[in-house]
């Protein structure tokens, strides 16, 4: 959604080491049985599969925090605040409605985020 969040975050000496979305859509860890390889597949279906997932990405891998990035009117949002609660870690919450860059009051919110982060 945003074309230089990557970039921007390496900017400000942030390192990336885990992203949801093409992580479950690439389907890593190919199962024997297509089912299996399904049932693993848990973005599209309920939060809470989402957020065990996610747990065992901040703890395996020593996350600091979380930036959660939603699409504005998206259902997705509703699920923010489960995840908040529910991670054990710092999250920041980006809204986007189309792709593009992020704008300054985003690049604020990150700078920010990655100082309280420190």
Not at 23 to 41: I, K, N, P, S
Not at 70 to 76: G, M
Request: aromatic share 12%; with cysteine.
């Amino acid at each position: 959604m945003f074309s230089d969040l990557y970039d921007f975050l390496e900017s400000i000496g942030v390192r990336v080491v885990y992203n949801e979305m093409p992580r479950q859509f690439a389907m890593l860890g190919l199962e024997d049985d297509l089912v299996d390889q399904y049932r693993h597949y848990t973005y599209p279906y309920r939060v809470w599969g989402r957020i065990e997932d996610i747990r065992r990405a901040v703890a395996g891998r020593g996350l600091a925090g979380v930036i959660h990035t939603v699409q504005s009117f998206c259902y997705r949002q509703m699920e923010d605040v489960i995840l908040r609660e529910s991670l054990g870690v710092p999250m920041l919450t980006l809204e986007g409605d189309l792709p593009g860059p992020l704008d300054a009051r985003s690049h604020v919110r990150l700078e920010s985020f990655v100082e309280m982060l420190r």
